[in-house]
Structure formats: C-alpha cells, structure tokens
C-alpha cells in the first residue's frame, strides 16, 4: 500500500500534469469516443501498456484499475501494482464526469483534493473488451483491457489510432502481468 507521502507525490504529480499544457495548442483538439455505457465500463481493467510517467515509475508489473459506480454519480478508482521488489501498491481516487456533448467520456479524476487530472476515453472496443484513455495534453497514455494480454493486431491497431491522435507511441511500454 502507498504510504501518505508516496500518495501525496502520486496525486501532486498526477495534478500538476493536468494544469501543465505545454503539448496543448501543437495539436488538433484530442478527440473521445461518441459516448461510454458506465455501468458496462465499471470493473477490473488490465493495463497492457502505457506512455512512461512519474506517479507509476514503481510499479513494474501486474498493474490494474478497478472502477466502482457510486450512487452519486461518481465512479471510485483503485489503481493497484506490484514494484519491482514484489510488493503492491494502490492509489485510491473519485472520478467525476466533466464535458457537456460527450456523455461519459471525458471524467476528472482525484486522489488528492483538490488536484485531479483528465481522464479522456479515446478509443473503445464496442463489447468493452478493451480501451484506450489519455489527457489532451497527449503526455499519459494507456491501453486497458479486461484480460491480462490482448492480440498483437488488435495492440497495433490501438497504438496505430493513437498515433493518428498526436499521442508518441514510440515510448510506450508492454506492462507485464503474472501468469
């Protein structure tokens, strides 16, 4: 479990990449997919792969995101790893829906108050088998799916898409999951 200091630099990093747009403005505006059933989306998701960020530099496999509807309308976040010594490790937020015309696909997320970070589901299976999220600044990037592995043709052909959204899959990394 994270202690409240690796919490805080997790969330402190998370927020300042959601005020940082640096990359904004180089790029066409990030399009999302048209619209997300949460209920179908709520669940254990695999990470597959993902650009390299600082909140998850320990984490060296087994990663998952476990989303949770709330009554309320907010959906709770359990981001789970192992590091490279073999322990786990978990950041728990609140993702909140944000955006007027696209339902349920771009959300904020929170793990420490008040800083959260976009959340923007730009490509989906439409059996929800598998995802892809990022922020419009293209800096954070991830491949989910609810199997530890998927295809290789289906993994090119997300990396192929995000490609053609600005995101540099030229960086991204395999995670690796326990068989």
Not at 26 to 32: A, E, K, S
Not at 35 to 45: F, H, I, Q, T
Not at 70 to 97: F, H, M, Q, Y
Request: include cysteine.
């Amino acid at each position: 479990m994270l202690g409240n200091s690796a919490l805080i630099l997790f969330s402190l990093t998370l927020a300042a990449a959601a005020f940082d747009a640096r990359a904004e403005g180089r790029q066409p505006p990030l399009t999302v997919v048209p619209s997300v059933d949460l209920a179908r989306y709520a669940g254990k998701w695999y990470e597959i792969a993902r650009l390299p960020n600082r909140f998850q530099r320990d984490c060296s496999g087994d990663v998952t995101a476990t989303y949770t509807l709330r009554p309320d309308g907010k959906i709770l976040v359990l981001n789970e790893c192992r590091t490279a010594e073999g322990r786990g490790k978990s950041a728990r937020g609140t993702a909140r829906l944000v955006g007027g015309g696209e339902p349920n696909t771009k959300l904020k997320v929170t793990f420490f108050w008040p800083f959260s970070g976009n959340y923007w589901i730009i490509d989906l299976d439409p059996d929800y088998r598998w995802a892809a999220v990022g922020e419009p600044d293209r800096r954070y990037f991830w491949i989910l799916s609810r199997n530890p592995e998927i295809d290789e043709e289906t993994y090119r052909a997300i990396l192929d898409r995000a490609a053609a959204k600005g995101f540099d899959i030229s960086r991204v990394i395999r995670t690796q999951h326990a068989r």
